[in-house]
Structure formats: structure tokens, C-alpha cells
């Protein structure tokens, strides 16, 4: 696992593809904002004056300005953005009775892929991936080639598979690249729905097991409003979730993520098999928060008056 590095700040690194964010409920839209599965991870940790930086790509059109300014506003460095010339993704999400979303994606990309600058990875560092673009394989070279350079360098990789229904289709091409995104993980956060889509996974212990044969041997196993299942090597654990008044369940996951990013940075977690499980239950515990906090609001994120507590906690 990573060790600790010099003196350099660590950093969060987050890398996903970026949409426009349209919400509908019953035919109406009731929420518009800037989305994408890390971009929402990102904002979470910027909020918390975590040094964070976004890897994606959108063009450079209105909406693209409408994002980058968004990103900078909220303290996510934009260092690492490939702004193309065209038009910049748009996702609709379709929330049903129970808040839950389906969704439907626009988006229209250049031959030339994520052409970025490659940042300086540490081993302090962090680096989350997922969601579409880690299944793409149009541009698979381009995100693989910063992976494998922030594993070389000790980064710990944190993986989410955040699995959408549009790729269900194409899941036989793509298992392939689930396998490998595992493989090159420090940490798999997944669904119970991601693991039954792509494994056929029917709990916690069958999920865990995929993974285990895959390379990573820690998992964080999250099951909507039956809590979360922890299981490493040392730890096989269930916390439970609260019961809120959902509001949308977009962002969820993603700040999910940002909170066992947010505590691994605050406690300078360099090596994941030293955690206790005190520690882990801090960890999870706390994103749990956070996401509980982000399904009450149409929101994709923590808002500021909520990171500003955690601010005075820790």
C-alpha cells in the first residue's frame, strides 16, 4: 500500500465524465445543475477545502463556461479539463415515486479524448474513477495510461463502478474492463445494484467475493436504506442507515464516496490494512452522513452551510 510521501500537500484527484444535469419529476423539471459522477465528488470535497482536482472533458459552449465556473467557484482545480470545441454532455434523470432516477444521456465527443496535462501523482494522493468513462473503450488508452501512472506512484485508487442502465447492453464487451478497473483498485465502492448487474451478485458476501477474484480485497458494499456492508480481510461489518424524508437519490453515491475520501485525507490514511475498526467506523459512518445529508435535497452535493460544520469537527 501507499506509504507516506514527502512534504507536498496530499491531494484528491477525481476522474469521470461530466454532464449537465437536467431533473424531472411528473413532467416538470424541478432541479438543473452541473453533474457527473465524480464532478459531483469533487464539489462535495472542494466545499470542504480539500484539495481536489476534476479530470474529465466537455466542450466549450455555454454550458461548458456554466461548469468550469461552477468547478473554480466551489475550490476544484480545473488544471486537468480537456475543453473541446463542440457541445457539452447533458444528462436527464427521470426521478419515480420513490425518488429513485432513471436516466437518458446527450452527449457528442471529438475523435481527440481527455487530452490532458498528466498530473503529479503522490503517494499521499488519492485518485477516484468510475462510472462511464472508466467503460468506454474510445477512450480507455487516454484514462488507463493516467491510472497506471498514479499506481506506479503510490497513489491509492478508490474505484466505483457506479454501473448504468444504458450500458447493460453492451455488459458482455465491457466485463472485461470492470475486471481490470477492479484489479487496478485500492478500493471497490459498489452498489448492491452495480454488483448484481455485473456479476450477479445477490449480497454482500458474493459481491466480495467477485472482487477478491478480481485483485482488491477491500470493499465497500452500499445497499440503499439497508446501510452499508464493510468487508476487508481484517473486517466483515454492517452499519446501518437513518431513515429520511428522500428528496432525490442523484449524488448520492458520489458523496458517498466524497466522505470516505474526505476521511482518509483528514486522518492522513496511508495504509488501508492499519485502519482500526474505530477508525473505520468513523469513516463510514461519516459518509453515510453525507450521503443521508444529499438525498433530503435536489441537490448532487454537500451544501456549504453543512461542509461548514464538518469544518468545525474536524
Given at each position: 500500500m501507499p506509504e507516506s510521501g514527502g512534504d507536498t500537500i496530499p491531494h484528491v484527484y477525481t476522474i469521470s465524465e461530466t454532464f449537465y444535469d437536467i431533473l424531472f419529476k411528473e413532467g416538470n423539471i424541478i432541479a438543473s445543475c452541473p453533474g457527473g459522477a465524480m464532478l459531483n465528488s469533487s464539489i462535495t470535497l472542494g466545499r470542504l477545502k480539500i484539495p481536489v482536482?476534476?479530470?474529465?472533458?466537455?466542450?466549450?459552449?455555454?454550458v461548458g463556461s456554466l461548469i468550469k465556473e461552477f468547478l473554480s467557484e466551489n475550490g476544484v482545480a480545473t488544471k486537468h479539463l480537456f475543453l473541446y470545441n463542440g457541445k457539452s454532455p447533458l444528462s436527464l434523470a427521470f426521478l419515480n415515486d420513490r425518488n429513485d432516477a432513471k436516466y437518458e444521456f446527450y452527449e457528442d465527443f471529438p475523435k481527440k479524448r481527455l487530452d490532458i496535462e498528466m498530473p503529479q501523482f503522490e503517494p499521499d494522493d488519492i485518485l477516484i474513477f468510475g462510472s462511464i468513462m472508466a467503460l468506454k473503450s474510445e477512450i480507455r488508452k487516454e484514462l488507463k495510461n493516467i491510472i497506471i501512472t498514479a499506481k506506479s506512484n503510490g497513489t491509492t485508487l478508490f474505484y466505483d463502478p457506479n454501473f448504468r442502465d444504458s450500458l447493460s447492453s453492451s455488459l458482455a464487451d465491457i466485463r472485461p474492463l470492470i475486471s481490470e478497473n477492479i484489479k487496478f483498485?485500492?478500493?471497490?465502492?459498489?452498489?448492491?445494484?452495480?454488483?448484481?448487474k455485473i456479476g450477479d451478485c445477490n449480497n454482500?458476501?458474493?459481491a466480495y467475493d467477485f472482487v477478491c477474484e478480481r485483485g482488491c480485497d477491500i470493499l465497500i458494499y452500499t445497499e440503499n436504506s439497508h446501510g452499508v456492508y464493510l468487508k476487508t480481510p481484517s473486517y466483515s461489518k454492517h452499519y446501518t442507515a437513518p431513515e429520511i424524508e428522500t428528496v432525490s437519490t442523484v449524488g448520492a453515491g458520489d458523496t458517498f464516496n466524497a466522505g470516505i475520501a474526505y476521511m482518509l485525507h483528514k486522518r492522513k490514511v496511508t495504509d488501508l490494512y492499519a485502519i482500526s475498526e474505530t477508525e473505520w467506523d468513523e469513516i463510514i459512518e461519516t459518509a453515510i452522513e453525507f450521503a443521508s445529508h444529499v438525498c433530503m435535497s435536489a441537490d448532487n452535493y454537500i451544501t456549504p452551510e453543512f461542509a461548514d460544520r464538518l469544518k468545525k469537527i474536524y
Amino acid at each position: 500500500m501507499p506509504e507516506s510521501g514527502g512534504d507536498t500537500i496530499p491531494h484528491v484527484y477525481t476522474i469521470s465524465e461530466t454532464f449537465y444535469d437536467i431533473l424531472f419529476k411528473e413532467g416538470n423539471i424541478i432541479a438543473s445543475c452541473p453533474g457527473g459522477a465524480m464532478l459531483n465528488s469533487s464539489i462535495t470535497l472542494g466545499r470542504l477545502k480539500i484539495p481536489v482536482s476534476f479530470i474529465s472533458e466537455f466542450g466549450q459552449d455555454k454550458v461548458g463556461s456554466l461548469i468550469k465556473e461552477f468547478l473554480s467557484e466551489n475550490g476544484v482545480a480545473t488544471k486537468h479539463l480537456f475543453l473541446y470545441n463542440g457541445k457539452s454532455p447533458l444528462s436527464l434523470a427521470f426521478l419515480n415515486d420513490r425518488n429513485d432516477a432513471k436516466y437518458e444521456f446527450y452527449e457528442d465527443f471529438p475523435k481527440k479524448r481527455l487530452d490532458i496535462e498528466m498530473p503529479q501523482f503522490e503517494p499521499d494522493d488519492i485518485l477516484i474513477f468510475g462510472s462511464i468513462m472508466a467503460l468506454k473503450s474510445e477512450i480507455r488508452k487516454e484514462l488507463k495510461n493516467i491510472i497506471i501512472t498514479a499506481k506506479s506512484n503510490g497513489t491509492t485508487l478508490f474505484y466505483d463502478p457506479n454501473f448504468r442502465d444504458s450500458l447493460s447492453s453492451s455488459l458482455a464487451d465491457i466485463r472485461p474492463l470492470i475486471s481490470e478497473n477492479i484489479k487496478f483498485a485500492d478500493i471497490v465502492r459498489a452498489s448492491n445494484e452495480d454488483m448484481k448487474k455485473i456479476g450477479d451478485c445477490n449480497n454482500p458476501d458474493e459481491a466480495y467475493d467477485f472482487v477478491c477474484e478480481r485483485g482488491c480485497d477491500i470493499l465497500i458494499y452500499t445497499e440503499n436504506s439497508h446501510g452499508v456492508y464493510l468487508k476487508t480481510p481484517s473486517y466483515s461489518k454492517h452499519y446501518t442507515a437513518p431513515e429520511i424524508e428522500t428528496v432525490s437519490t442523484v449524488g448520492a453515491g458520489d458523496t458517498f464516496n466524497a466522505g470516505i475520501a474526505y476521511m482518509l485525507h483528514k486522518r492522513k490514511v496511508t495504509d488501508l490494512y492499519a485502519i482500526s475498526e474505530t477508525e473505520w467506523d468513523e469513516i463510514i459512518e461519516t459518509a453515510i452522513e453525507f450521503a443521508s445529508h444529499v438525498c433530503m435535497s435536489a441537490d448532487n452535493y454537500i451544501t456549504p452551510e453543512f461542509a461548514d460544520r464538518l469544518k468545525k469537527i474536524y
